[in-house]
């Protein structure tokens, strides 16, 4: 383990933070509120730990796999931590606890949620609490990358432990390029929904916020009854088409820009996100309408938003579903788990992985059928490697026992069972809202200072799909080696 060099590449990861924050103290000093000491503070303390990180000299260039894993993991809470700081010196978030858990499901893109009130709070703070959902959102590994494109021989690693979905694919030869196309694109897409926010009625301010988390997928607002508090179709519309969009694989963007236009709908992993999606809104509308609770319209309306929402583990609400009968519910809490496209900014499973374990289970039927046959996972035309497939039922395996042991410990709360293992739920994929106490209408001030820390974990754990957290805890990944 490269331990000056893992310090360094942090240092450059909390300058870049500490630099991120400048846009939230304009906001904060064009609205003349009392936060604005608070982001000065914040920044000069997070710019100097960056810098003094940064001056450590590192003996040795060599920087391995296990490097790059702890680079990320150690990142993100650091982030968190340092992300905390305003939140901690305005005072609007007093308890530490408290304050990281917002900072990391602002991070994390996770959308949870201690505060009971929100739109009392000063306007800078809540730019911040949602412009962490759009620095989270593609990667903040990814955005040192494209900033900082000459980190070195570092790059493939931290891409590779921060990267959404199975496998990872460079878009162009350099890894400095790639992740500058990504926030291209990423950045794009974002503008283009503040402008039609902004043509929907949205203020400018309320479409940054929105545009903010729609892009991360997080689903923090500045308004306490979240997108419902507008009461526009037209607003509710446009964020459902973008949160979807942004639940997409970027690499197919990409592919567009290159003028490949047919492997947009050829893609395997994106005809199930969307096939899920239209399954979905067609089951709920016809069981709300049916049960008289909307008329078809209205069904349909808060059907799509809450499917796209959820799906794309964004978190938005235009309506109370745990009033919902328990099939919808059921439906939602299912797209909680799986999530949108590898690649994209949406937590969850990832419907790749879904797809891959169908295959891997056809598969073991045809073997029983046909035990002398040679039998391959397909995806995409292409047969899938078993490294590829092992690593996806680890991944499952992995997933539901941390799951599992989460829901162990957060009940000895003593909250009801809905609330708590939809609680674990919501924030290891990165969605946000559950079910009774968390769910659209609650938040999760009321859980103990253990829970608050194991949600904390399950939300960077979500964010990076298990491994660079749990390797932290291993012994033996901090001794000595070149492995």
Not at 95 to 105: K, M, N, R, T, Y
Not at 214 to 227: D, E, M, P, Y
Not at 334 to 346: D, F, P, V
């Amino acid at each position: 383990m490269n331990y000056r060099a893992i310090a360094k590449s942090l240092g450059i990861v909390v300058f870049i933070e500490g630099v991120c924050m400048l846009p939230s103290l304009l906001v904060s000093l064009i609205y003349r509120e009392n936060d604005a000491k608070a982001f000065v503070y914040s920044i000069v303390i997070t710019i100097t730990v960056g810098l003094l990180l940064y001056r450590i000299h590192a003996k040795s260039s060599n920087f391995y796999t296990r490097d790059g894993f702890a680079v990320v993991s150690l990142s993100w809470i650091l982030v968190s931590f340092f992300g905390s700081l305003p939140f901690l010196l305005s005072r609007t978030i007093p308890a530490p606890i408290d304050a990281f858990f917002e900072s990391v499901s602002g991070f994390s893109t996770t959308g949870a949620t201690i505060l009971q009130e929100i739109e009392s709070l000063p306007k800078g703070i809540l730019f911040w609490r949602s412009f962490t959902h759009w620095m989270g959102g593609m990667g903040v590994l990814v955005l040192t990358l494209a900033v900082l494109p000459s980190v070195g021989a570092s790059s493939f690693h931290i891409m590779k432990a921060e990267a959404t979905g199975p496998s990872t694919e460079k878009l162009v030869p350099k890894l400095g390029q790639s992740a500058k196309i990504l926030y291209t694109i990423y950045t794009v897409l974002t503008a283009a929904q503040v402008i039609f926010l902004l043509i929907a009625g949205m203020p400018l301010y309320d479409s940054l916020i929105h545009a903010f988390s729609s892009g991360g997928t997080g689903g923090f607002s500045n308004r306490n009854l979240s997108v419902s508090a507008y009461g526009n179709v037209f607003i509710e519309v446009i964020i459902t088409a973008f949160v979807l969009l942004f639940g997409v694989n970027f690499g197919l963007y990409f592919q567009i820009l290159k003028g490949n236009f047919r492997n947009f709908y050829r893609d395997e992993e994106f005809r199930f996100y969307i096939g899920t999606v239209l399954v979905s809104v067609l089951i709920i509308t016809l069981q709300l309408s049916a049960k008289g609770i909307f008329t078809f319209g209205e069904s349909l309306r808060h059907s799509s938003f809450q499917v796209a929402s959820i799906i794309t583990t964004t978190g938005y609400v235009t309506t109370d579903f745990n009033l919902w009968p328990a099939l919808s519910k059921c439906i939602l809490m299912i797209l909680m788990l799986i999530g949108a496209s590898a690649g994209s900014t949406s937590g969850g499973m990832k419907c790749i992985r879904i797809l891959l374990l169908f295959k891997i289970a056809r598969r073991e039927v045809a073997k029983i059928i046909h035990p002398r046959a040679v039998h391959t996972v397909k995806s995409g035309g292409r047969v899938v490697d078993e490294d590829t497939l092992s690593k996806t039922l680890a991944f499952f395996f992995i997933h539901f026992a941390i799951l599992a042991i989460s829901v162990l410990v957060v009940s000895l709360d003593g909250k009801d069972m809905t609330s708590t293992v939809t609680s674990v739920i919501a924030t290891l994929s990165n969605t946000g809202p559950g079910l009774e106490i968390v769910g659209p209408t609650g938040n999760f001030y009321s859980f103990s200072v253990l829970s608050k820390l194991v949600f904390s974990f399950c939300m960077i754990a979500g964010r990076l799909e298990l491994i660079p957290m749990l390797m932290i805890f291993s012994p033996n990944a901090w001794k000595k080696g070149n492995i």
